[in-house]
């Protein structure tokens, strides 16, 4: 039951995003951006505010979830020294963690072959959606990170990090397809979704087209994995449980957010504000994810 659940989400996903591709096409940016803060505010913080529930899970006893609760908080704070010190350093740092975090959640269940490799696999398909996005949506990715950092990526930076992410797919796809660690129609699918992407990212604005992998690609799966490792089961009470467990800390973090953009007035954008409280969230939520998957 559980794999008819995860193949009809398949079918679901590619349709939403073909809608969604189309909503793009026929819409401005205001209808697009609209969508998409719609989108990331509710289920993409949502995805993000059982960590500590997993956490108690994960570890049975007081005195190891204690420890790892201040790991946490503690992961936390270091970002945000990082950033006090080096902003930029703070949204590259938050790229590489987002993108392995994204790799780890799309192709763990496809690939297992060492941990160094899995990483690398993982961190080069994270960074090659970035660089995907990026180039799309230069001229907003400008202004985003002149906002938070005062710096901005070059189109060099991005053709090269795409160019470098892309080769390591290449070669380490055909690795696994020789060393019979994949299946060939695992490897075309792949490229299929890559191919997909590239037009929905090239015809939509910037923050719809991170919206529609983050929510559609990335949130959605790793809530239904959440659950499942919660609750054991995935059925509606299950989901039902996990939405009310992560119902205050949503709030919170939904909360923070407004408070932040109304406060702070040299941000201007709010895209803006959404990229900051994921950088906030990205890294502890990376470690607690890594620590569920194994």
């Known amino acids: 039951m559980r794999n008819t659940f995860y193949s009809n989400y398949q079918n679901f996903m590619l349709f939403i995003t073909f809608f969604l591709f189309w909503i793009s096409i026929q819409f401005g940016e205001v209808v697009e951006d609209f969508l998409a803060y719609i ?4 289920l993409g913080i949502l ?40 902003s930029f ?33 993982f961190l080069a398909y994270g960074i090659f959606i970035f660089s995907l996005i990026f180039y799309q949506s230069a001229a907003d990715v400008d202004l ?12 060099f930076q991005i053709k090269m990090a795409l160019l470098l992410s892309g080769v390591f797919l290449c070669i380490g796809s055909i690795y696994l397809v020789l060393t ?15 191919l997909l992407l590239y037009l ?14 983050f929510i559609f690609w990335h949130s959605i799966p790793s809530i239904i994995h959440q659950v499942v490792f919660i609750s054991g089961n995935l059925n509606e009470k299950a989901i039902f449980y996990y939405v009310k467990k992560a119902l205050i800390y949503w709030v919170i973090s939904v909360v923070g957010l407004f408070v932040l953009y109304q406060l702070v007035p040299q941000i201007e954008l709010f895209a803006t504000v959404v990229f900051a409280i994921l950088f906030a969230v990205t890294a502890p939520h990376t470690w607690v994810m890594h620590k569920m998957k194994n």
Request: net charge positive; charged share 15%.
């Open 180 to 194: 019979k660690k994949n299946k060939v129609k695992i490897f075309f699918r792949e490229i299929f979704y890559l």
């Open 47 to 86: 995805h993000g505010a059982n960590d500590l529930l997993i956490l108690s899970i994960k570890e049975k006893t007081d005195k190891t979830f204690i420890k790892n609760l201040f790991i946490y908080i503690g992961i936390i704070i270091l970002c945000l020294v990082i950033y006090m010190f080096s």
């Open 144 to 155: 985003i990170m002149t906002e938070l950092t005062g710096l901005t990526f070059t189109e």
């Open 39 to 42: 989108l990331v505010i509710s």
């Open 89 to 121: 350093t703070a949204i590259l740092f938050f790229v590489l963690l987002s993108s392995y975090h994204f790799g780890e959640e799309h192709l763990s269940k496809k690939i297992n072959v060492n941990g160094l490799f899995n990483s690398f696999y």
């Open 200 to 213: 929905v990212f090239q015809n939509s604005s910037l923050v719809l087209g991170f919206a529609i992998y």
